[in-house]
């Protein structure tokens, strides 16, 4: 019997073990930190750490899950008293405590199945939207099967005088069965052993096909997740020379994703944590990181190799253009995620088919391209020539060919040299670094666009391109220590261009100008105005830099508000991925909702440590017209710890 | 003094006046000047040509020429180019030109420059590279012809009152010519004056302070006359106006003669948009507005008095 449920099993189950195997090998970089991934086992598998990210729903989870590793000897268990009625796991069977054990983990699975009847059944968040909300309740219901026969059956042992360990739920129902005849218990038992046996068998054929397959997929899904900055995106190796048909361009089709975001697809349980906190759902686009995971695999389920001979694009069939579009990269969602699902990295691989070998993107993005390709190398199409105009007035070492090297480079970024508002955060940074004394240097015309915004729109060609040249420019001039005052840049710098031979010490701005503040080589004096701090995406959550810009801005005042969401849990600005490039459908705007929130913190000033985040917001500040004023972290100490000498305070 | 053509893009009306163009040059660089015209019109555009200065025009009116993948034009020149040897041909630089001589790159194995704004002799191109900041001067090398692409407007058309011998040219019609065919053309429908054709453009922003506040660029707009009406990102995405009306990074580039922005400003978004043209007036109640920066001539004041009071003005010497 056992072995036919296994079988029935593994004809579910082989579907996806071929889908699996047909998958595009993972990058080497998966492999390897075994310390590392071990240890993620213990605090995100075992340890439950995400999904105790929501306390109540954590512990529901936790209670049904611990309970599910504890309880598992009793299958065994049962299967030898199928066999012989006196039967027992050697050591531990007709032991007391393995007996409270059970009793013990079997009720908490039974109180964590009421507590998520009560969460779907009358809380109804809204993070179930578009989950199969009939399956969940079918598997809760056989969890609570299985552990309510298998807590009478434990009862009818008792009291048949099959054991003498008794726990505290399954002694007391026993006290119930001493009713009933000998032989009406003894049937009772029989009866309930095999119910539960079959229950759990069933169970186990069920699996393969549901969604609640994240039992057995979750723990490698888990192991195969990234131990580098979720803001590094792995290489497309682009090989023009190999054969065409091995050629390409991110994923066009289901054979294209890799195992990793294969297992992703065959991970999801559809809790819909990642739908709660994206973004662009929240301001009523289409992408759901959920919607989009569930899309995937039933595209790639139908498309499974046994069965499809031509495999159709996953754009659109599986996931429309617009989804693909509505995407700000901000890594909510896999911030999230239980079982570790990387939405965003495989968002970057569908746009990659699309942009390179497709062409195909929202018009308006095409001039983002189009700049960053052009002479000026940067995302507006300005000129090389005016790269320097922000530090009129000031007295900045530009880097010539040939020049020595300097402490500091100062990477100013395409935004920090030509959008008028960012300018002053560069401006302030550089008045800031030179006040404490520190040698820094800028590359002026030499400097061109990371290409941040290109990769993250996909167009992996053109980053790489731009990669490769800037790491040959730094190189060359005997970089050691770069500086950015861009969260994009930093990311971009830090942990991309090591790929392309680029390895520097690279710090944020408000790092730096942090440690000056703790060193005393900068004193600025606590003022009165209350503050509130907006994290960027890809210094917070991408790079774990959370600490820095609250020590500054603490520095200068003695009122720091947080808003309610912050830290790894902040809410975009809406200009990642870039999306600052594109245009925003939907209901509302990203910027202006999170502007909302700052400025229902009562703060007078909200502090940015990102020129996106600084236009994104003052463009949300302008149309609210009221409200907090919108300010860079330097800006707010360069006020504060400068003379007023250029006039501007 | 080597001999050398160019390409006549001709249509059933007219021949383009690029064709014109570059016989001004074609003139300067040899006494051998012949176009080549191709497709229906060609015959017809023989008597503008020779007022430009062709000495002759090989030409057909071969309906086969104008076929989508401009194959048979290709071959057709090819064929040309074999038996008469030019030293250089130019072209100008639109869709169909391009095509052409892409092909004819091909079958001839020479070389071809794009982009040029100049040539000083038949085998030196000049052409502007790093946005326009810096002249390189290119040597043409390689088997001959040397085929040349135009920017527009690189020359002068001037006519010199001559006349060309027409000489008929056999369709060359290379095989596979199926495998595309034109099934319906559409024209892009066109609403409104367009933005980025219109010589004068009046752009809004949040300053005008809602739906109501594009009145009084209407108004303007209506004395002026012939004149197209945009808007910043900020009134677009506050829903005063449709997205068709957005200028910027995201919208439509606009480079008009003149260029008047009422409570726009001027965020990097907008003026990339908008920083190329000719004469830029601005509008604006804040001082420190970057757009005045890029201004002409900048109002600071308040727009609800200067469009009503520069609407009156604009009214009385039009009489609209």
Known sequence: MVAAAAALAWRRAAPRVATLRAARPDDPGRTGATAERAGRELTHVIGQRKLFQRFVPGLMHAAIFWGFVVLLPTIAEAAIAIVDPDGHLPLIGETT????????????????????????????????????????????????????????????????????????????????????????????????????????????????????????????????????????????????????????????????????????????????????????????????????????????????????????????????????????????????????????????????????????????????????????????????????????????????????????????????????????????????????????????????????????????????????????????????????????????????????????????????????????????????????????????????????????????????????????????????????????????????????????????????????????????????????????????????????????? | MGRVWIWADVSAEDVATSALELLTKARALSDDVGAVALGPGAVASATALGDHGATLVYASDDERLIEPTSRVAAHTLAALVASHAPEVVLFPSSYRARDVAGRLQAITGSTLMANAVDLSSIDRARAEILGGTTIVEVALEGASPHIVMMRPRSFEPSPVGGTAEVVEVDVVAPHGLAAVRVLERTDAAASGPSLEGAKVVLAGGRGLGGPDGFGLLEDLAAAIGGTAIGASRAAVDAGWVPYAMQIGQTGSTVKPEVYLSAGVSGALQHAVGMKGSRRIVAITKDAEAPILRLADLGVVGDLFQVLPALTEEVRRRTGR
């Open chain 1, 97 to 649: 405590v393995f007996a409270w054990i059970v009793d013990v983990f079997g009720f908490a699975v039974l109180a964590g199945v009421t507590a998520a009847v009560v969460i779907r059944k009358v809380q109804r968040p809204d993070r179930f939207r578009g989950s199969h909300l009939g399956e969940a309740d079918r598997i809760l219901l056989m969890i609570t099967a299985i552990v309510v026969s298998l807590l009478l059956w434990q009862a009818t042992r008792i009291a048949l005088g099959l054991t003498d360990a008794e726990g505290p739920v399954s002694g007391w129902l026993a006290g119930f069965a001493d009713g009933l005849g000998a032989a009406a218990l003894e049937r009772a038992e029989r009866a309930l052993v095999w119910i539960h046996l079959l229950l759990v068998l069933g169970f186990l054929v069920y699996l393969p096909g549901s969604k609640h397959l994240h039992i057995v997929t979750a723990a490698p899904n888990v192991w195969l997740a990234k131990t580098w900055p979720g803001g590094r995106l792995e290489p497309l190796r682009i090989d023009l020379e190999g054969p065409e048909e091995d050629l390409r361009f991110g994923a066009a089709v289901a054979t294209d994703l890799t195992r990793k975001q294969t297992l992703d697809l065959f991970s999801c349980t559809e809790c819909g944590r990642c739908q709660d906190v994206c973004p662009a759902w929240a301001t009523g686009k289409p992408l759901s990181p959920k919607l989009l995971i569930m899309g995937l695999r039933d595209h790639v389920v139908a498309a499974s190799p046994a069965g499809v001979v031509e495999l159709q694009p996953l754009v659109p069939n599986a996931v429309t253009d617009e989804v693909v579009w509505d995407c700000v990269t901000c890594g909510a969602c896999v911030q999230e995620c239980p079982v570790d699902i990387e939405h965003v990295d495989t968002i970057i691989d569908l746009r990659r088919h699309l942009v390179m070998a497709e062409s195909r993107f929202p018009t308006e993005a095409g001039a983002l391209l189009r700049g960053v390709e052009g002479a000026g190398e940067n995302p507006w199409n300005q000129p090389a020539s005016a790269r320097m105009d922000w530090a009129a007035g000031l007295e900045v070492r530009v880097l010539a060919a040939g020049d020595r090297a300097p402490e500091v480079l100062f990477w100013v970024g395409c935004a920090g040299a030509f959008d008028e508002r960012a300018r002053e955060a560069t401006r302030s940074t550089v008045r800031l670094l030179q006040a404490a004394g520190i040698d820094v240097a800028v590359l002026g015309q030499r400097e061109s666009c990371t290409g941040d915004p290109a990769r993250r729109m996909g167009h992996e060609f053109l980053f790489q391109t731009l990669a490769e040249r800037n790491v040959s420019t730094l190189n060359e001039a005997g970089v050691t220590t770069i500086v950015a005052s861009c969260a994009h840049c930093f990311n971009t710098l830090a942990n991309e261009y090591p790929d392309y031979g680029g390895t520097y010490e690279v710090v944020h701005h408000s790092e730096l100008l942090a440690r000056l503040v703790r060193e005393g080589r900068l004193h600025p004096s606590r003022e009165s105005v209350a503050v509130t701090y907006h994290d960027a995406c890809y210094l917070g959550r991408h790079n774990d830099k959370y600490d820095a810009p609250r020590e500054v801005l603490g520095a200068v005042t003695g009122s720091l508000e947080e808003m309610p969401r912050n830290r790894e849990r902040s809410f975009c600005c809406g200009a990642g991925g870039a999306k600052f490039w594109m245009e925003e459908g939907g209901d509302t705007r990203i910027n202006d909702t999170r502007f909302a929130e700052a400025a229902a913190t009562g703060a007078d000033v909200v502090a940015t440590a990102c020129p996106f985040c600084l236009v994104m917001l003052d463009d949300a500040s302008n149309a609210a017209g009221e409200g907090p004023e919108v300010v860079d972290v330097a800006t707010l100490l360069a006020r504060s710890a400068l003379p007023t000498a250029d006039g501007k305070r």
